[in-house]
Structures are given as C-alpha cells and as structure tokens.
C-alpha cells in the first residue's frame, strides 16, 4: 500500500478522539470498475474512510476521479456498467453491499438520503412539492397523510420556505429555493447521513453561500453526517471538518479540512489548492495598467447607452417588457479584457449576444472603431463585421459539432474569410492553427472526433476556430466555468497570451470575481441588467463601493474564514436587499411601486474614484 | 472469481473486428440482428432483380395445368389459371419491392425537406410548414387510395399506389425531424457556424443533418415496412391492379380462386412467407438502428456473467 493511505489511516485514528462515538459509515477497500466496450478499468481503487455522526466528511477531486462513484456505491445505486467489485460499506456495522432489495428499500433514504447537483432535474416536474415530499414519507412510515402534511409543512420551515408554498411546483421556484426543497427531501426520514453530490455546483455564488450555511446550521441542529462532494477545495476547506482528496480513483490524502488546504502531504493537493484561483492569489501580476492614451483613444468595441427589452407573454393576449439589458455602456480596446462579471439571469450573455449581432438592442448604439454598427445592411459590412467579433462558448461539449472533425472545424471558417493558394496552404495553417493553442501532435488532432478529446482539449479547439478567422475581438461566454479547474489557469493563460501577442480585444463574461481579477485589467458588474460597478479590476476588487459587488466578493468561498465563524458573525445584510432573483427594477425591494411609472431607471452615475464609477443606490 | 475472469467471460478486449469501417456501420454490421437482417433482405432483393434470369416461365402466361402440386417443373406448383407460382413470387417481388422502396424513399426525402426547413427557419415558414404537416396528417392514406382506385380503370396501378403512399405518409416524420431539428439548432455549434458566417444550406447539410442520420434511417426503415405492408394489403382486399403481379395481387388472386379451400396451398404461402420474410429483415435492420441510436440499449449485455462474479465474492447481484 502506498505512504499516503498509511498517513490518512494515522489522521483517522487523530481524529477518531474528536469523535469518541461508532463510525456511521465505514468504506473499507472500496473497489468499483466500469465495463466498457473492449475493456473493465477500475474507476475507484481501494478507498478506505469513514464517517462520524454530526461531521462534514468532504470528497474533492477533478471529474473522472471517481468521487461521485462512490457517493452512488454508499446509496448502492450503481447501475451497470458500473460494477462494485470488491470492499466493504458497512453502515453502523452492516455491510451495505450484502443487503437485499427489500433491505434495501428500508437503508435508502431512511438511513442515508441524496442531494443531487440539479435539483430541477431530481425533482419531478409535473407533481407538486406537497406529493413529492409526502410520497417519501408515506413508502417508509406508517403515517396517515395529514400527518406526513404537518411534516413536510415541517421540513419546508425548516429550510426556510413558506410552508404555505407546498401546493406549487417545481418550476415555480427559483434554482436556490429548489435545491432548498431538495434538502428538504433528503431530511424527511431523519436519515442520520445525507450524501451531497456538488449540491451548489450550478448556483450561483451568493446562493452558493446561502446553501451551505443553512446545511450546515441544520446538521449542527439535527446531528446528521454529511459526505460532501466537490471539485471546489475551497469552499470545501471552509465548510468541512475533514476533507479526503481523490485522483484517478485513488484516496490521495483525507485530513482535517484545515491541514489539506494549509499543508497539503501530497503534490497533488497542492497543484489542486493552487490551480483554485481564489481571489487573494488572483493579484493579476501578468497584465500591464492601461495607460491614459489608451484610454482616451477610440475604442475598438462601444456600447452606449443599450437598452434591451424582451415582450413576454403575460395572459392570453397581454403583452409584458422584460428588462434585460438598462442603460449599459462599455468600451473594449485594443490587446485588453474587460470582464463582465455578474450571476444568472443579469443580462451577460444578452450582452454578448447584442455584440455578436444575434440581438438588437432596443434603444442605444453600438459602435465598432467609432462607427454605428447597430444597423449594418450591406452584405459586405456585415461579413466584416462577422469576421472581426467572434465569440467562443461556455460549454465545449455543445461547441463542437460531433459528426464533424477537429480538422474541418477549422478548415470552414478558413475557407470562408481567407484565400488561400492551394489545398495544402489551408492545411499547413490548420495545423499552425492547432500547434497556436498547443494541441500536439496535429495531423492526429486534426483528424479526430470531438468524443476523442477532453474538455479543455475541446475548449482549445473552440479558441482555435476563432482564431481561424483572426477577429478583432473575441466574446468569450464563461470559457472556462465547465472546466476542471487544474485546467482553468492553461486556458486563461492562453487567451492572455493572445491578448498580447494578437492585440486582440476580449470581452470576458464570468460570475467568477477570481479569475476576472486574473484576466482582465477591467472590470464591469452587472447586477440585474444595470451595470453597477465599473473600473480597474484591482481596484474594484480590492475596494468595492457599491453594496453588490461588497456583497459579491464577500460570498467567495475563503477558507480563512471558516463557516462556524462566518455564521457566528451573522449574516451579510445585504443579502436580504441585493436579491439577484428579485422581480422588477434594482430598487423594487424599497419601492412600494404605486406611483405608476419606474422613474428608478436613470440612477446617476458617481466617480468614486480614478477610473472607478458606480451606479447611485438610495437606500442608505 | 477476479477481474480477469470476468473480462474474458464477457469476451472484452479482444481485437475489434472491421477496424476500417466507419463506427456507425461497424456496430451495425456486428450487431447479430443487423447483420441476419441485411443478410435476409439481401437474398431476397438479389432474388427479384435476377427474376428474369431464374424464373422458369413467364409470370404472365398459362405455363401448366390447373392447380399442379410443386414439382421439378414448377418448384411451387400453378396457380389456378395455370400461371407458375415460382415465377410469379419471384416477379411479384420486384414490384412489391420496388414500390415499398420508392414510397419510403419519397416520404422520407419530402419529410426531411419539410421537417428540416421548418425546424431551422422558424416564425412565418416554420408556421406554414406545420400546418401543411398537420392537414396531412388527419388526411388518412388508406382511405384516400381506395377513392382513388375507383378514379382509375381496372383498379390503382402499383405506381399510383406508391405514390399515394409518399405523398400522404411524411407528416410523422417530418414531425420529428423538425423537434430534433429546433433542438439541435440551439445548440452551441450551430450558433457558432452561424457568426462564423456559414451559409444556411452548409449550416442545414453539415452541421445539422448529420446530427440525426440515424433516425432518418430509421423512419425510412419503418415507412419501406408500412409501405410493404399496405400495398400487399390493398391489393389483397381487391383495391389494386388485378392485372399487375405482385405479391398482394398474388394473395388476392389466391383468396378469391380459394386456393386453400381446395387445398392448393402453394398459391396462398408462398408470397405470404416472402411478405413476412421482407418484414421480419427490416424490423431487425431497425432493430439494429436502434442500438446506434441509443448505446444505452447495450448496457445489460451479459449480466448473468456479472452477477456469477458479484455472487462469488459475497456482493448482492443486479436483478
């Protein structure tokens, strides 16, 4: 056996005075394989570690690694092709793997219970939430149905929901409100451990942070154990007591939460905590100030003053404006970034859209090298304009069609905006283009299938085919947010070094404060299509003015400051106004809302400090 | 029982077979269904196309006796009129062939035209298109062929039927071209090949078709069966060109002489076994379309081998 299970074993037995009670879960030698089509590989190799009533046991480890594997072993939910093919998971002393299907009707749920990552697909969409959480109740205990009623009704205080909301569904709630219900259902049977499989990995970070600190008032209130799964150390290194770190199916080190992040035994975790960009380690040493010329230049890229407005349908014949973008003006420049930082549904991707010409805006201009392109009609203009703003997307695995070759991705839009001599001139310069973002060696790369390549490898062939037509700017829609994180930093250092070399102009989209203070020397936040904080990246994140982005950078995860602390100190107030999700205008929360129309919508814009603006807030 | 074991016993990690062929074909090839079924359907196309060289006599004409019993002058006896049967299946199945394919081919063509248009361009033409889809549907085909039957002298002839048949059978798929076609469109991809200024026919053909090859396939699979199938069953109610020689006038020719009534067995079963022979070799062809489609059909392959492994090492077994 190799040295670090030897360690993890000598940290258990440290730790196991904390907890003077019986393990609850024991995992000893855990071994599942995958059958595929030509071979059986081992996707967890003898894993070992348990579990104490009342604790945190965190699981951190890059996709493929093998975490969520055994979070399905645990609840024995695996499905062939997995296979469990050796170990034990004793739960209170009996082996888990050994139960019959009637044994284990009574284990799930009642004795361990699940949160999934997407609570909108765990929740069945078309039973209301008051049937969901009382058909879970009524399988397992001999209840009558008023009494599972006074339950749920229970449960829904319990995670802060009106209990009065029961009858609805699903998607009436928010993405927040709905992992809420889904905890909810995980605590029905009082199960005394709830596996939670990256349960805030598609929220956002305000909501993140509202999550995990009521799962963890519940657990210090209820004493349920959690198995806690993620590929975020650093959120895991505040929330956790002990934290376990897995690659490739192997159980590298597992510690107390604060020994892992601080002083990591094996390399890994350390090239893992490291490639976490948090926003201390974020000082963007690579990029160089914008200087005062470049500033009063003209800009490559305008927007002024863009209003976006979407008619929903509101009735039968009624019409409703939505909107999407307000009064939202920017410039990007030659060779830099501009980051748009803000969570879903603020208008980022709007805006991206309004700058590739997919929308139009409303009301405002749109100005490329200081000329109105908002209403391009020749054919011709439109082409160029085309060729000089690009945009690459969020996710690698929709990005890329998989009936096609990395090669003629690249080949098409060579072919489309550049002549060249012969074929193998087009040939030589997709190779030079793949040789560009560093996918070696490039005939194969050129002649395989998207499937064939891992998600960073596909984002770089995405990078690539922007390249091919050799924009201006390029649009870059979150390129790095479904990525595993050791591989965020190689991509971010990419596009920074054709920033540089290319003098191309980005404008970075993320929700991530980090890596925009890595990226991009400016940046914008965007809080409900109003852009409400804008400057120099270094020093909007060091001095936040305005109360959303002070509320934005204090939900980061940071493991300094521990969740126990952080809920002793109480919760940010601003949360309570600041509601991203909230419904109308920015000031809808101290606005009564009688006096007929908004007149909210031109808050005057203050200089709070060199090249740094925010939008005027009223209600302190 | 170790690792090792089991992979052997599930025949794993052996050399794939007919590398140089494209995965999708690959897969269908090896799949036991797919190949049977092309085999099957091979035979009896190479059998129709080769009518005039390995029938015996003309089809048309008198060749023996009333009602003779097989024998080495007619492998599957005469019918009442004395025609050879062996020669009548044989003919018989170039038209019932030939009709069940162009039908399918036409629909499946016209649905693709239809259901990829809309989906794509959406709005005005997407609406149109919809409507035109849905008033083809409530337009029942079999019904309609039969009206149109009486329109021509001496019944609808297997051109007129095929006919009827594309025009009438696209709305289905073209239904569901259009869903998958509308989801496929939003995906990244296209959007991507849209501001990369990709001309719209490349952005359908390309990018798009491509993505839903398999299902294509698929419905044409299914249509050629109903086309088969109808036309057979028209002209066995009597609907068709009596004159014509097909397998449903065969059945029809056969009903109405009562063939089994006076214990001529071999003009009834004959051209019912090659009806059915056709049907079974398409159903496994699409059977075996089915796997590319959704791998996950695959999955429970060999699951008695796993449970022998689970059950020697003391861990409950799949069900």
Known sequence: ?????????????????????????????????????NDITQAVKKVSFSIHPGEVLGLAGESGCGKSTIAFAIARLTSLPGLISDGEILFKGDDVLRYSEKQLRCYRWACTSLVFQSAMDSLNPVISIKEQICDTILAHKKVSLAEAVIRARELMMMVDLDPDRLDEFPHQFSGGMRQRIGIALAMALEPELIIMDEPTTALDVVVQRDIIEKIFELKEKLGFAVLFISHDLSMMAEFADRIG?????????????????????????????????????????????????????????????????????????????????????????????????????????????????????????????????????????????????????????????????????????????????NEQALQAKIYSLLKQVELLPVEEMAARYPHELSGGQRQRVAIARVLAIQPDIILADEPTSMLDVSLRTGVLDLLQKLKEEENIAFLYITHDMATARYFAEETAILYRGNIVEWGDSQTVANNPQHPYTQLLLDSVPDPKRPIAQRIKEGKNPLREIWDPLGKGCVYSQQCSGVFGECSHMDAPIIEVGKNHFIRQFEYL | MSIKQLKADLKLGQQPKLTWLPAPLRVFILDKRGAVGSLMLLFIVMVSLFAPVLAPHDPYRRSGASHEPPSSEHLLGTTRMGKDVFSQLLYGG????????????????????????????????????????????????????????????????????????????WAWMARVLRTQTMTIRTKEFVTAAELMGENRLKIILVQIFP?????????????????????????????????????????????????????????????????????????????????????????????????????????????
Request: charged residues 20%; contains cysteine.
């Open chain 1, 245 to 421: 770190v897995m690659k490739d199916g192997v159980l590298l080190e597992i510690a107390n939460s604060a020994e892992v992040w601080d002083k990591p035994k094996h390399a890994y975790t350390k090239q893992l905590g490291e490639a976490f960009l948090t926003l201390d380690a974020a000082t963007g040493e690579k990029l160089t100030p914008i200087s005062d010329e470049e500033r009063l230049a003209t800009p490559l890229l305008e927007l002024k003053g863009v209003h976006k407005t979407f008619k929903t349908k509101k009735g039968w014949f009624g019409v409703k404006n939505f909107n999407a973008l307000n009064d939202v003006s920017f410039k990007l420049r030659k060779g830099r970034a501009l980051a748009l930082v803000g969570e879903s549904g603020s208008g980022k991707s709007t805006c991206a859209r309004i700058l590739s010409r997919v929308y139009k805006p409303s009301a405002g201009v749109l100005n490329y090298k200081g000329v109105c392109s908002s209403k391009l009609q020749s054919k011709q203009a439109v082409s160029d304009y085309q060729k000089a703003v690009q945009m690459i997307f969020q996710d690698p695995f929709s990005s890329l069609n998989p009936t096609l070759t990395i090669g003629y991705h690249l080949r098409r839009p060579l072919e489309l905006h550049h002549e060249f001599e």
């Open chain 2, 211 to 319: 993505n839903m090859l398999s299902l294509t396939v698929g419905g044409f699979v299914l249509g050629t069966i109903y086309a088969i199938l109808a036309e057979a069953g028209l002209e066995f109610i009597g609907i068709g060109d009596p004159s014509a020689v097909t397998w449903g006038t065969m059945l029809h020719w056969g009903e109405s002489n009562q063939a089994l009534q006076m214990g001529a067995w071999w003009e009834i079963f004959p051209e019912a076994i090659a009806i059915m022979w056709t049907g079974a070799a398409l159903v496994m062809i699409n059977f075996s379309v089915d796997q590319i489609t959704n791998p996950a059909l695959g999955a429970k392959k060999g699951v008695n081998k796993i449970n022998k492994f689970l059950n020697s090492r003391g861990i409950a077994s799949y069900e």
């Open chain 2, 94 to 169: 170039r038209t019932s062939l030939t009709v069940g394919f162009v039908a399918s081919i036409l629909s499946t063509f016209i649905a693709i035209l239809v259901g990829v248009t809309s989906g794509y361009m959406g709005g005005k033409v997407d609406e149109a298109l919809t409507f035109l889809t849905n008033v083809m549907l409530v337009i029942p085909g079999l019904p309609l062929i039969i009206v149109l039957a009486s329109f021509f002298d001496g019944g609808a002839s297997p051109t007129v039927i095929g006919l009827v048949f594309a025009i009438t059978g």
């Open chain 1, 1 to 37: 056996m190799n040295s670090p299970l030897i360690n993890a074993d000598e940290k258990q037995k440290s730790a196991s005075k904390q907890y003077q009670k019986q393990a609850i879960l024991e995992v000893k030698d855990l071994s599942i394989h995958y059958i595929g089509a």
